[in-house]
Structures are given as structure tokens and as C-alpha cells.
């Protein structure tokens, strides 16, 4: 379920877990070694100066981003498909991973050194954004999809100033993708060890020429209506479900047009607001606020927002 925001502040509310097993706290420190080596290689020649931001600035922030993100992988890659991997479910019956437990711990391990004065809060461990700067972790977005050795899951990064996100930092090891964006710097896409690409939402101004992604009908009947789902759906001239990061990166690219989803967490989306924006797209919640932590998120293109909203309507 998503966790409960107002104007000032968002709280994200999971008990905390039992810390990460050793072997795992050594990919910790052997992630971090190879981050700090290697994570200049993601920087787009083109991005330039900074924007004050209190402790640091976009561009500085950014490169911390991408060196936790190298951190990250460093453990989701050396755990996937792991015939021992350790899964238990929590009060709200996801399931969680030792994965997530040492990719968040290992961030905010790496953030504790190198941002002291900034708050974190994480899908696993908890925590309030406040009205400041605000790290917001999603360790493994997808983790179903990790545990049972489906490649489309991704790491999410978010910086939060006063409730807005001005950094956004999605990896997806598996998929050999990783994208990020920065307030005023743009959205940029790597494939592999390739050159980073700027990105950019697509031109279809018509929902009969739009492609849609969703998540599963259950999600809506359950969180938002049969009807608005099957609105969508039928306006447009295609839809899948590719779900998760995945559909909201998807938009950036512009390779899909919507992506709408009637329940998420603010760290689902915190990375995705700022990456969609960046690419020329609008990001808000269902009622059309600019918004991460509304409860539920619809990106698109920017020219079918307004319309995207009105056929979601209850």
C-alpha cells in the first residue's frame, strides 16, 4: 500500500528487518571500492554546472547517484538467480529478499559518509522525508519479478528538496539499463557500457495512436474502477502491462506514450517523477497533481495528459 504523505512530509513505515548477513555486507564494501573506481564512466559529457541545493548540488548529487546505483548492482547482480537466496514476506505480504536488505543498507551506508545531513527513507528500513533534502530508496522495484529470476527489475534512487525530486537514478542490471535524470540537466538513458543518450518523450498527440501501459485489472477494480481501466484501454491503439519502473522509463524514451498505475509507494515513483519530466513529459497522481507520493501515477507524453486523466476519471 502506499505510504501516507501530507503537503510536508511523507513517512514510509515498514518495521525495520534484521540487518543483511556477512556475506552480503562484503559485497557491501567490495560494491562501494568498485563505485568510487568507476562511476565517473556514467557521466553524459554534456551535463555542466550545478544548482545550489543546501549540502551539495544537482551535478555532485548526481554522481553520488551513480556511484550508489554501481554499489547496488554490485550486490543485485551478484544475487540474482542465487539458488540461495533468502526470501521472507513482510506485514503486508510482499516478499522481501536479502538482496533488498543489503542494497538498502549498503546505500545507507555510502549516504551516511557522504551526505551525513540529508534524511533517508527506504522501502525496507523506513523513514520521513520532511520539508529537506531526502534520499528515497527503492532497493529492488520488481522484487517478484527478482526472486523468480525474471530480468525486469531495477534499483531506484531519488533525491527529494522540499518535496520535489531533483535527482533520479533508475539501474536495471539485467536489462542492462540504467537511466537517470537531474532538475534542469535532462534525462539520459546508458545501454550496456554504450555512451549515455539523452532521452525524450514521444510526439503522438492522439490516444487512437497511443501505447499504453497498465498494471494487472485486479489493481484497478480493487484500488481505483473496472471502468476508467477499460476507458483507457479501449481509446488507445495498444496497451501492455510492463509494470513497475520499467513502463514509466518506457515513457521517458518515448517508446510508449501513458503509463497509468492505481496504487504505488512514493518510493516506486520518487525516481520516475524527475525522469519523465526531464524527458518533456508530465508526471502526476490520478487527479492530475505533480506528485509522487499521491498514492497511484500516471506519466505520459505531456499532449495526452489532460485527456489520459479524464478517461481515468471514476
Same mark, same amino acid.
Given at each position: 500500500?502506499?505510504?501516507?504523505?501530507?503537503?510536508?512530509?511523507? !513517512?514510509?513505515?515498514?518495521? @525495520?528487518?534484521? =540487518? +543483511?548477513?556477512?556475506? &552480503?555486507?562484503?559485497? $557491501?564494501?567490495?560494491? *562501494?571500492?568498485?563505485?568510487?573506481?568507476?562511476?565517473?564512466?556514467?557521466?553524459?559529457?554534456?551535463?555542466?554546472?550545478?544548482?545550489?541545493?543546501?549540502?551539495?548540488?544537482?551535478?555532485?548529487?548526481?554522481?553520488?547517484?551513480?556511484?550508489?546505483?554501481?554499489?547496488?548492482?554490485?550486490?543485485?547482480?551478484?544475487?540474482?538467480?542465487?539458488?540461495?537466496?533468502?526470501?521472507?514476506?513482510?506485514?503486508?505480504?510482499?516478499?522481501?529478499?536479502?538482496?533488498?536488505?543489503?542494497?538498502?543498507?549498503?546505500?545507507?551506508?555510502?549516504?551516511?559518509?557522504?551526505?551525513?545531513?540529508?534524511?533517508?527513507?527506504?522501502?525496507?528500513?523506513?523513514?520521513?522525508?520532511?520539508?529537506?533534502?531526502?534520499?528515497?530508496?527503492?532497493?529492488?522495484?520488481? !522484487?517478484?519479478?527478482?526472486? @523468480?529470476?525474471? =530480468? +525486469?527489475?531495477?534499483? &531506484?534512487?531519488?533525491? $527529494?528538496?522540499?518535496? *520535489?525530486?531533483?535527482?533520479?537514478?533508475?539501474?536495471?542490471?539485467?536489462?542492462?539499463?540504467?537511466?537517470?535524470?537531474?532538475?534542469?540537466?535532462?534525462?539520459?538513458?546508458?545501454?550496456?557500457?554504450?555512451?549515455?543518450?539523452?532521452?525524450?518523450?514521444?510526439?503522438?498527440?492522439?490516444?487512437?495512436?497511443?501505447?499504453?501501459?497498465?498494471?494487472?485489472?485486479?489493481?484497478?477494480?480493487?484500488?481505483?474502477?473496472?471502468?476508467?481501466?477499460?476507458?483507457?484501454?479501449?481509446?488507445?491503439?495498444?496497451?501492455?502491462?510492463?509494470?513497475?519502473?520499467?513502463?514509466?522509463?518506457?515513457?521517458?524514451?518515448?517508446?510508449?506514450?501513458?503509463?497509468?498505475?492505481?496504487?504505488?509507494?512514493?518510493?516506486?515513483?520518487?525516481?520516475?517523477?524527475?525522469?519523465?519530466?526531464?524527458?518533456?513529459?508530465?508526471?502526476?497522481?490520478?487527479?492530475?497533481?505533480?506528485?509522487?507520493?499521491?498514492?497511484?501515477?500516471?506519466?505520459?507524453?505531456?499532449?495526452?495528459?489532460?485527456?489520459?486523466?479524464?478517461?481515468?476519471?471514476?
Amino acid at each position: 500500500m502506499a505510504g501516507s504523505s501530507s503537503a510536508s512530509n511523507t !513517512t514510509l513505515t515498514h518495521p @525495520r528487518l534484521e =540487518p +543483511a548477513p556477512e556475506f &552480503l555486507r562484503r559485497a $557491501v564494501r567490495l560494491g *562501494r571500492r568498485k563505485g568510487s573506481a568507476d562511476h565517473h564512466r556514467h557521466r553524459p559529457r554534456q551535463v555542466t554546472g550545478g544548482h545550489g541545493l543546501g549540502s551539495g548540488d544537482v551535478t555532485s548529487d548526481l554522481d553520488l547517484a551513480q556511484q550508489l546505483a554501481d554499489v547496488a548492482d554490485s550486490i543485485t547482480t551478484a544475487r540474482f538467480r542465487a539458488r540461495d537466496l533468502g526470501v521472507d514476506r513482510k506485514p503486508d505480504r510482499t516478499p522481501v529478499t536479502d538482496a533488498d536488505l543489503a542494497v538498502e543498507d549498503a546505500v545507507r551506508e555510502v549516504l551516511a559518509e557522504h551526505r551525513p545531513g540529508d534524511v533517508v527513507a527506504g522501502e525496507e528500513r523506513g523513514g520521513t522525508t520532511g520539508d529537506g533534502r531526502a534520499w528515497v530508496l527503492d532497493p529492488i522495484d520488481g !522484487t517478484k519479478n527478482f526472486l @523468480r529470476g525474471v =530480468p +525486469a527489475w531495477a534499483t &531506484l534512487i531519488a533525491l $527529494v528538496d522540499h518535496q *520535489r525530486p531533483v535527482v533520479g537514478m533508475i539501474s536495471a542490471p539485467a536489462l542492462g539499463k540504467r537511466w537517470w535524470a537531474a532538475a534542469g540537466e535532462g534525462a539520459w538513458c546508458r545501454t550496456g557500457r554504450g555512451e549515455p543518450e539523452r532521452i525524450s518523450v514521444s510526439g503522438v498527440r492522439d490516444t487512437a495512436d497511443a501505447y499504453v501501459s497498465t498494471t494487472h485489472l485486479g489493481t484497478w477494480v480493487e484500488h481505483h474502477s473496472r471502468e476508467s481501466y477499460l476507458r483507457l484501454i479501449d481509446a488507445c491503439w495498444e496497451n501492455r502491462a510492463f509494470g513497475d519502473f520499467w513502463h514509466h522509463c518506457l515513457v521517458a524514451e518515448g517508446v510508449i506514450d501513458i503509463a497509468a498505475e492505481p496504487i504505488v509507494n512514493p518510493w516506486d515513483v520518487a525516481a520516475a517523477q524527475i525522469l519523465v519530466e526531464e524527458a518533456g513529459g508530465r508526471f502526476t497522481d490520478l487527479s492530475g497533481v505533480a506528485r509522487y507520493d499521491g498514492g497511484n501515477a500516471l506519466s505520459t507524453n505531456g499532449h495526452l495528459h489532460e485527456e489520459a486523466l479524464r478517461l481515468l476519471e471514476r
